[in-house]
């Protein structure tokens, strides 16, 4: 039925030659939107659960100058004192120290490789896990930790992974508004071309109530020729889009960044992706049918 | 089968094209409608296909008032009536057999038993070699032949042709009034318009006629004795 010749030439008409093209952009547009509301979508997720899960702790270095292995040893005064804290405090599942190697990595790109220059200078810091199913009291930690080490700061990456959560938070907004502006855009194009295409054949359609073909007859032909042009502009602008998503996942791995995401998607997640043709078949097929069907029920 | 009810038409404010029309066609009947051309054949055909709904008067199709019949029962309606249309009336991008076809797949038969059933339709009316062809590259006379088989077809209860031998030649003629005569004999009712007096004259059947006066539809005197259908009918 679905690729029989139908009685309706609805294939013959100008208007819906550029059906499959106006398809296949809209589908492109919807794709990459799905795609990366995904991408950003996990990287919340990832950047959410290290917020709930995870705390730094920073000592600050021993004032005056001292000989090296007398400051080492200050150092390590300061750093047990904290660990008795955190280790006395309830939900902290684990702290580790980072490596002054690890810590001079982290500034090399604003003091500097020269390591031994700033070495005395460089906090202690501590990568701490907490459950995330117990509520840490963070004012009462900091104020612990301070009396134990005057200077010592707790950061819970709250305040800039906040506002980077809020960023993710609105493209992930922006990408929802385009998949329902391409949807609108979708269903008004079909419902244009559905009632120019009703006036077109307004004599075979006349011709098949003077038959008995009911509405529903009709309506199916209309419906089958939009699953028609919706499934071969979809096909074209799906392929194109997972084309477009294969080179920035690409060029993505080839960045080695922890703030540029990257493009992992799952199973499911394709799945979804995938969603959008199956979305835009059914959304063409419903729209053309309920515009023929409303249309002819308005006929005598 | 019909009955139509002191019907009378007017398309919008125009003059009437009938005017207290009254007969009925009994089932199983052959009867021919006639009258000059503008006589209003054509829209008491569409009157009794339910395409048009009169302006006074009622209309019964196969034992249903065509006033109460809401969409669907219509569409039910129309799918037993076979319609051969003055011009034809085909759809030009499906062939030949697709088009004799398409009655079947309304009431929902379909496959290579029914299409077996067209082929040996098509050859009857002498078709047979043009069964692929689009309806555009056939003749006037072809094309008329295409459309009553299409009529056809379905075997349906009523059949209505308007002008059916209109561009086809008198042994054409003969053999598509003979297929209607069979139809006929196995109970399908026929109604046709025609102003073809040499078709009357040789198959004998009742004759309603149409009167011609423009804006004054009304049914002509009574036909002779020979063609009047037994009290039933006042044409």
């Given at each position: 039925?679905?690729?029989?010749?139908?009685?309706?030439?609805?294939?013959?008409?100008?208007?819906v030659r550029f059906m499959p093209w106006l398809i296949a952009f809209m589908v492109f547009l919807a794709t990459l939107a799905l795609t990366s509301l995904l991408v950003v979508e996990s990287l919340v997720e990832r950047?959410?659960?290290?917020?709930?899960?995870?705390?730094?702790?920073?000592?600050?270095?021993?004032?005056?100058?001292?000989?090296?292995?007398?400051?080492?040893?200050?150092?390590?005064?300061?750093?047990?004192?904290?660990?008795?804290?955190?280790?006395?405090?309830?939900?902290?599942?684990?702290?580790?120290?980072?490596?002054?190697?690890?810590?001079?990595?982290?500034?090399?790109?604003?003091?500097?490789?020269?390591?031994?220059?700033?070495?005395?200078?460089?906090?202690?810091?501590?990568?701490?896990?907490?459950?995330?199913?117990?509520?840490?009291?963070?004012?009462?930690?900091?104020?612990?930790?301070?009396?134990?080490?005057?200077?010592?700061?707790?950061?819970?990456?709250?305040?800039?992974?906040?506002?980077?959560?809020?960023l993710a938070r609105s493209v992930e907004l922006g990408a929802l508004v385009v998949l329902g502006l391409v949807a609108m855009a979708g269903a008004a194009t079909v419902i244009f071309v559905?009632?120019?295409?009703?006036?077109?054949?307004?004599?075979?359609?006349?011709?098949?109530?003077?038959?008995?073909?009911?509405?529903?007859?009709?309506?199916?032909?209309?419906q089958?020729h939009a699953l028609r042009f919706s499934l071969r502009g979809g096909i074209l602008g799906f392929a194109a889009a997972v084309g477009v998503i294969a080179i920035f996942a690409y060029l993505g791995e080839q960045v080695?960044?922890?703030?540029i995401p990257r493009i992992e998607l799952g199973m499911f997640d394709w799945a979804i992706v995938a969603s959008v043709l199956l979305a835009t078949c059914l959304l063409a097929m419903v729209t053309a049918?309920?515009?023929?069907?409303?249309?002819?029920?308005?006929?005598? | 089968?019909?009955?139509?009810?002191?019907?009378?038409?007017?398309?919008?404010?125009?003059?009437?094209?009938?005017?207290?029309?009254?007969?009925?066609?009994?089932?199983?009947?052959?009867?021919?409608?006639?009258?000059?051309?503008?006589?209003?054949?054509?829209?008491?055909?569409?009157?009794?296909?339910?395409?048009?709904?009169?302006?006074?008067?009622?209309?019964?199709?196969?034992?249903?008032?065509?006033?109460?019949?809401?969409?669907?029962?219509?569409?039910?309606?129309?799918?037993?009536?076979?319609?051969?249309?003055?011009?034809?009336?085909?759809?030009?991008?499906?062939?030949?057999?697709?088009?004799?076809?398409?009655?079947?797949?309304?009431?929902?038969?379909?496959?290579?038993?029914?299409?077996?059933?067209?082929?040996?339709?098509?050859?009857?009316?002498?078709?047979?070699?043009?069964?692929?062809?689009?309806?555009?590259?056939?003749?006037?006379?072809?094309?008329?032949?295409?459309?009553?088989?299409?009529?056809?077809?379905?075997?349906?209860?009523?059949?209505?042709?308007?002008?059916?031998?209109?561009?086809?030649?008198?042994?054409?003629?003969?053999?598509?009034?003979?297929?209607?005569?069979?139809?006929?004999?196995?109970?399908?009712?026929?109604?046709?318009?025609?102003?073809?007096?040499?078709?009357?004259?040789?198959?004998?059947?009742?004759?309603?006629?149409?009167?011609?006066?423009?804006?004054?539809?009304?049914?002509?005197?009574?036909?002779?004795?020979?063609?009047?259908?037994?009290?039933?009918?006042?044409?």
């Amino acid at each position: 039925m679905l690729f029989a010749r139908p009685d309706i030439p609805l294939d013959q008409d100008a208007s819906v030659r550029f059906m499959p093209w106006l398809i296949a952009f809209m589908v492109f547009l919807a794709t990459l939107a799905l795609t990366s509301l995904l991408v950003v979508e996990s990287l919340v997720e990832r950047w959410d659960r290290g917020l709930r899960a995870e705390l730094t702790v920073q000592i600050p270095p021993p004032d005056g100058a001292a000989p090296p292995d007398v400051l080492q040893g200050l150092r390590q005064q300061r750093l047990d004192k904290v660990l008795n804290v955190l280790a006395a405090t309830p939900g902290v599942l684990e702290a580790q120290e980072l490596s002054q190697e690890a810590v001079g990595q982290l500034v090399e790109p604003w003091l500097g490789s020269n390591r031994a220059e700033v070495q005395a200078f460089l906090p202690n810091l501590l990568a701490v896990r907490i459950d995330p199913a117990e509520t840490l009291d963070l004012p009462a930690l900091q104020l612990a930790l301070d009396r134990a080490v005057g200077g010592t700061q707790v950061d819970d990456h709250k305040r800039w992974l906040g506002a980077l959560i809020r960023l993710a938070r609105s493209v992930e907004l922006g990408a929802l508004v385009v998949l329902g502006l391409v949807a609108m855009a979708g269903a008004a194009t079909v419902i244009f071309v559905t009632g120019a295409s009703l006036a077109i054949h307004h004599p075979v359609i006349e011709l098949l109530h003077l038959m008995g073909a009911e509405d529903r007859y009709i309506a199916r032909q209309f419906q089958d020729h939009a699953l028609r042009f919706s499934l071969r502009g979809g096909i074209l602008g799906f392929a194109a889009a997972v084309g477009v998503i294969a080179i920035f996942a690409y060029l993505g791995e080839q960045v080695e960044s922890a703030v540029i995401p990257r493009i992992e998607l799952g199973m499911f997640d394709w799945a979804i992706v995938a969603s959008v043709l199956l979305a835009t078949c059914l959304l063409a097929m419903v729209t053309a049918r309920c515009t023929v069907t409303r249309t002819l029920g308005t006929l005598q | 089968m019909v009955r139509l009810e002191q019907v009378s038409l007017r398309y919008g404010d125009g003059p009437f094209v009938l005017r207290n029309l009254s007969f009925s066609l009994d089932p199983g009947s052959f009867h021919y409608v006639t009258g000059a051309s503008g006589a209003g054949k054509t829209s008491l055909l569409r009157l009794i296909t339910l395409a048009q709904r009169p302006s006074a008067g009622r209309v019964a199709v196969l034992g249903r008032d065509s006033a109460s019949l809401n969409r669907h029962a219509r569409a039910e309606t129309r799918r037993r009536i076979g319609m051969v249309f003055q011009e034809f009336r085909l759809l030009d991008h499906q062939s030949v057999l697709d088009n004799v076809m398409l009655p079947m797949k309304l009431i929902g038969h379909t496959g290579p038993q029914v299409e077996h059933h067209v082929r040996e339709l098509l050859s009857w009316v002498g078709l047979g070699d043009a069964l692929e062809a689009l309806p555009p590259t056939l003749s006037g006379g072809q094309q008329q032949r295409v459309a009553i088989a299409r009529a056809v077809i379905s075997r349906p209860n009523l059949l209505l042709a308007d002008e059916p031998t209109g561009n086809v030649d008198d042994r054409i003629a003969a053999r598509l009034l003979y297929l209607f005569e069979e139809l006929n004999r196995l109970g399908t009712t026929v109604l046709i318009a025609t102003h073809n007096e040499h078709l009357i004259e040789q198959f004998k059947h009742p004759v309603i006629r149409l009167g011609e006066a423009p804006g004054r539809r009304a049914p002509a005197p009574a036909p002779p004795a020979a063609d009047r259908p037994e009290g039933r009918r006042e044409a």
